[in-house]
T-cell receptor, first 110, second 110 residues
Framework: DAGITQSPRHKVTETGTPVTLRCHQT?????MYWYRQDPGHGLRLIHY???????DKGEVSDGYSVSRSKTEDFLLTLESATSSQTSVYFC?????????FGPGTRLTVT | KQEVTQIPAALSVPEGENLVLNCSFT??????LQWFRQDPGKGLTSLLL?????REQTSGRLNASLDKSSGRSTLYIAASQPGDSATYLC?????????FGAGTILRVKS
């Protein structure tokens, strides 16, 4: 399995609070991605990174920001969480074509 | 905008049957196509990656084909087993991003 960890694995937070999810890889892959998975919508891309400090928006980026200060870490921040951001969040990495996924973080916003 | 459709949405078969899962996409200008497996509450496991220049890929009892011109891919599972029960996701790649279908939920009965 690709060396990808996500933390925390589960989180419950209140509306309006900031939340940061972390993705850590040990593969030294160039590309890193954040997706959310929701019933009826499948997996949708939030943001991705193509190198340290190089990021771009995905399909559903509103309300999210990202940062990548080191090759191995990619952070996803919800500046002010809303109930619509309750979801399962997956991180993925790739070097050439194939993407490998982390175990996911289940976030509940109450 | 690329759209990916998977048919059927759910499938239940007796153990030992050969089966086919279908994936169609609207824009044939893809770089590759990837099939994943997802077990309940888990992350995605990459099964097969087909580059746009390839027609098929095989791994054990799995065979995936790609017809770019018609916008279709199929995943063939031979001699199905109860352990194959999972959700199967198709994703088309363009640039370094993936667009996912909603998945096919497979149940193999013993």
């Amino acid at each position: 399995d690709a060396g990808i960890t996500q933390s925390p694995r589960h989180k419950v937070t209140e509306t309006g609070t900031p939340v940061t999810l972390r993705c850590h890889q040990t593969e030294n892959h160039r590309y890193m991605y954040w997706y959310r998975q929701d019933p009826g919508h499948g997996l949708r891309l939030i943001h991705y990174s193509y190198g340290v400090k190089d990021t771009d928006k995905g399909e559903v980026s509103d309300g999210y920001s990202v940062s990548r200060s080191k090759t191995e870490d990619f952070l996803l921040t919800l500046e002010s969480a809303t109930s619509s951001q309750t979801s399962v969040y997956f991180c993925a990495i790739s070097e050439l074509s194939e993407q490998y996924f982390g175990p996911g973080t289940r976030l509940t916003v109450t | 905008k690329q759209e990916v459709t998977q048919i059927p949405a759910a499938l239940s078969v007796p153990e030992g049957e050969n089966l086919v899962l279908n994936c169609s996409f609207t824009d044939s200008a893809i770089y590759n196509l990837q099939w994943f497996r997802q077990d309940p509450g888990k992350g995605l496991t990459s099964l097969l990656l087909i580059q746009s220049s390839q027609r098929e890929q095989t791994s054990g009892r799995l065979n995936a084909s790609l017809d770019k011109s018609s916008g279709r891919s199929t995943l063939y599972i031979a001699a199905s087993q109860p352990g194959d029960s999972a959700t199967y996701l198709c994703a088309v790649g363009y640039g370094n991003k993936l667009v996912f279908g909603a998945g096919t939920i497979l149940r193999v009965k013993s």
